[in-house]
C-alpha cells in the first residue's frame, strides 16, 4: 500500500530558529495536506495543497507541493514556544480512493524557549 | 458549530471487556472516518463511511472491531472483546464531501486502555 515517509522524527530546537521537516512517497498523490496535534487533542489542518508546484503560506508556515507530486514540505519560520507539538503530512490520492488519507510518522517539536 | 464530538474522552477496561466509543459528527458532514493512533503504528485509518454507509472497512484490524453509523448524526466504534494490544487513541474526523479539497475535522480522540 501507499506509505508516506516523514522526517525528520523529531526535532529539538530554540525559540526563534527556522523549522523544516518534508515527506515524501513512492508513489503520487493529488491532495497533500499538513495536520498539527497538541498533546490530547486531535489533528488540527495547517495547510492543504492542491496542484504539483503550490506554495502556500499560513502565517509563519509554507507549504509546497512538489512538482513530481510524491513530496511536499513544511517551513515554520522564526519558531515560538507554542510550535510545540507534532506535526503530520497527509496525502489523498484523488476520487477513485474517496475521501482516503494516507499519513505519515509525525515530527515531534520541541522549541526551546 | 461545536466540532466532532467524540466521548468518552478516557475510558479504561479490562481484557475481555466490551467497549463502545461514539461520534457525533459535525452538522452536515457526509463523511465520516474512525482513526486509530499510536506510538508505534501512527494514525491508521480503520473505515469510513460515506452518507452512513460504509464504504471502506479494510483497516480495521480485526472482527472484534465494529462500526456503525445509524444516523447521520452519530457513529459508533465497539471493540468486543476488548485486549490489551487495543490500548491506543481513537479519532473520528468528518468532512463534507468526497472531493480533492474537502478538509478531514478531527475530534479530540478516545484515550482507550486495556488492562
Known amino acids: 500500500g501507499q506509505q508516506l515517509n516523514q522526517s525528520p522524527q523529531s526535532m529539538f530546537i530554540q525559540e526563534g530558529e527556522d523549522v523544516s521537516m518534508n515527506c515524501t512517497s513512492s508513489s503520487i498523490f493529488n491532495t497533500w495536506l499538513w495536520y498539527k496535534q497538541d498533546p490530547g487533542e486531535g489533528p488540527v489542518l495547517l495547510i492543504a495543497?492542491?496542484?504539483?508546484?503550490e506554495l502556500t503560506s499560513n502565517g509563519r508556515l509554507t507549504a509546497q507541493f512538489g512538482i513530481t507530486r510524491k513530496d511536499s514540505f513544511l517551513n515554520i519560520s522564526a519558531s515560538i514556544p507554542s510550535d510545540v507539538g507534532i506535526y503530520f503530512c497527509a496525502g489523498r490520492v484523488g476520487r477513485n480512493a474517496g475521501n482516503m488519507l494516507t499519513f505519515g510518522g509525525g515530527t515531534r517539536l520541541m522549541v526551546k524557549p | 458549530d461545536a466540532g466532532v464530538i467524540q466521548s468518552p474522552r478516557h475510558e479504561v477496561t479490562e481484557m475481555g471487556q466490551e467497549v463502545t466509543l461514539r461520534c457525533k459528527p459535525i452538522?452536515?458532514?457526509?463523511?465520516l472516518f474512525w482513526y486509530r493512533q499510536t506510538m508505534m503504528r501512527g494514525l491508521e485509518l480503520l473505515i469510513y463511511f460515506n452518507n452512513n454507509v460504509p464504504i471502506d472497512d479494510s483497516g480495521m484490524p480485526e472482527d472484534r472491531f465494529s462500526a456503525k453509523m445509524p444516523n447521520a448524526s452519530f457513529s459508533t466504534l465497539k471493540i468486543q472483546p476488548s485486549e490489551p494490544r487495543d490500548s491506543a487513541v481513537y479519532f473520528c474526523?468528518?468532512?463534507?464531501?468526497?472531493?480533492?479539497?474537502?478538509?478531514?475535522?478531527f475530534g479530540p480522540g478516545t484515550r482507550l486502555l486495556v488492562l
Open positions: 474526523a468528518s468532512s463534507l464531501g468526497g472531493g480533492l479539497q474537502e478538509t478531514q475535522y
Open positions: 452538522s452536515g458532514h457526509d463523511y
Open positions: 495543497l492542491y496542484k504539483a508546484g
